[in-house]
């Protein structure tokens, strides 16, 4: 009887165009150590393959809230023997340029958890489509992007001052975003939803958002298949890890969370943050950007879904 009645749901879903594909899974461990972090990956079922990058943000100095290295090295060191890629900032600060953002990753601890460390945009940037987006036509990232054939988004999931919230999505689209160091930058491409590449240039917030659902888009887009992502929700502050003086967190920690879908997993952590109970802060900065809505303009164009099932795992 069961079987007859899913056989007929299917039909009634094609008949009425809805999916009847499962929702995205999220996995999700409370725990934050060194030995979550490889579990909750594992549990994807992903398997990295050939040259692996683990795209992490060096953070802007030592009081930001960067994922620490001595968190990450068994996953990124021990287990899949990968290469720590980064790109270089668009606003000054400490990481804007090679020399000072290789300081950062070796002061930080960054060269000595991984198989080398490779700034993307070193030797300048390369275009990639964006598909069915509305605001950016191309995306400029480093030319080393194209020598990985896996990456792992692996994310510090936290506020941020101009998108509400970074996490898995942020990181695909200003993370691997060439810097101003190059003669097109990405970063400001993205910032100014397709106005310039030279300089800093103004632009309506749902513009903004929506350049990064769609920026992070032609990253996934140009992997097929080759991205997996991890959030780790702790050091929860309102600031980015961009941020050389953020805020003090005043909410728990909550832990890490994987998924195949950088879209549902993103929107998963959001949701995690609005059932806690100590987190008026950070839903407040979210808000007050609109942040949601780089997500909800991430599934319009097919980037992902917002509906996923969240499995938890000891």
Same mark, same amino acid.
């Given at each position: 009887?069961?079987?007859?009645?899913?056989?007929?749901?299917?039909?009634?879903?094609?008949?009425?165009?809805?999916?009847?594909?499962?929702?995205?899974?999220?996995?999700?461990?409370?725990?934050?150590?060194?030995?979550?972090?490889?579990?909750?990956?594992?549990?994807?079922?992903?398997?990295?393959?050939?040259?692996?990058?683990?795209?992490?943000?060096?953070?802007?100095?030592?009081?930001?809230?960067?994922? @620490?290295?001595?968190?990450?090295?068994?996953?990124?060191?021990?287990?899949?023997?990968?290469?720590?890629?980064?790109?270089?900032?668009?606003?000054?600060?400490?990481?804007?340029?090679?020399?000072?953002?290789?300081?950062?990753?070796?002061?930080?601890?960054?060269?000595?958890?991984?198989?080398?460390?490779?700034?993307?945009?070193?030797?300048?940037?390369?275009?990639?489509?964006?598909?069915?987006?509305? @605001?950016?036509?191309?995306?400029?990232?480093?030319?080393?992007?194209?020598?990985?054939?896996?990456?792992?988004?692996?994310?510090?999931?936290?506020?941020?001052?101009?998108?509400?919230?970074?996490?898995?999505?942020?990181?695909?689209?200003?993370?691997?975003?060439?810097?101003?160091?190059?003669?097109?930058?990405?970063?400001?491409?993205?910032?100014?939803?397709?106005?310039?590449?030279?300089?800093?240039?103004?632009?309506?917030?749902?513009?903004?958002?929506?350049?990064?659902?769609?920026?992070?888009?032609?990253?996934?887009?140009?992997?097929?298949?080759?991205?997996?992502?991890?959030?780790?929700?702790?050091?929860?502050?309102?600031?980015?890890?961009?941020?050389?003086?953020?805020?003090?967190?005043?909410?728990?920690?909550?832990?890490?969370?994987?998924?195949?879908?950088?879209?549902?997993?993103?929107?998963?952590?959001?949701?995690?943050?609005?059932?806690?109970?100590?987190?008026?802060?950070?839903?407040?900065?979210?808000?007050?950007?609109?942040?949601?809505?780089?997500?909800?303009?991430?599934?319009?164009?097919?980037?992902?879904?917002?509906?996923?099932?969240?499995?938890?795992?000891?």
């Amino acid at each position: 009887m069961k079987k007859l009645f899913f056989t007929f749901l299917v039909i009634l879903c094609c008949a009425s165009g809805i999916s009847a594909e499962p929702a995205p899974i999220v996995f999700f461990i409370k725990d934050i150590t060194p030995e979550a972090l490889v579990k909750v990956y594992k549990a994807t079922g992903y398997k990295a393959k050939g040259k692996i990058g683990v795209k992490v943000s060096t953070g802007e100095s030592e009081k930001s809230n960067y994922l @620490r290295p001595a968190l990450i090295k068994n996953l990124v060191k021990d287990e899949l023997n990968a290469t720590i890629v980064e790109c270089n900032t668009a606003y000054g600060g400490n990481r804007s340029n090679n020399i000072d953002h290789m300081k950062i990753a070796k002061d930080h601890g960054f060269l000595d958890v991984a198989n080398g460390f490779d700034l993307q945009d070193a030797e300048g940037y390369m275009t990639i489509p964006v598909k069915g987006g509305v @605001r950016l036509k191309k995306n400029y990232v480093g030319t080393h992007f194209k020598n990985y054939d896996t990456y792992l988004i692996l994310s510090h999931f936290k506020g941020h001052a101009m998108g509400g919230f970074g996490g898995a999505v942020k990181n695909l689209s200003i993370g691997f975003a060439s810097g101003s160091s190059c003669k097109k930058s990405g970063k400001l491409n993205i910032h100014s939803a397709g106005r310039s590449t030279t300089s800093w240039t103004s632009c309506p917030q749902d513009e903004f958002l929506e350049s990064m659902a769609e920026a992070a888009k032609s990253v996934c887009d140009y992997m097929k298949g080759g991205i997996v992502c991890v959030n780790v929700m702790n050091r929860l502050s309102v600031d980015c890890d961009c941020n050389g003086n953020p805020a003090e967190p005043d909410m728990h920690d909550i832990g890490i969370l994987a998924s195949l879908d950088p879209v549902a997993l993103d929107q998963a952590c959001v949701d995690l943050v609005y059932e806690a109970k100590d987190s008026r802060s950070l839903i407040e900065r979210i808000e007050s950007r609109n942040g949601i809505h780089t997500l909800e303009h991430a599934e319009k164009i097919g980037f992902g879904s917002r509906k996923y099932q969240l499995v938890e795992i000891k």
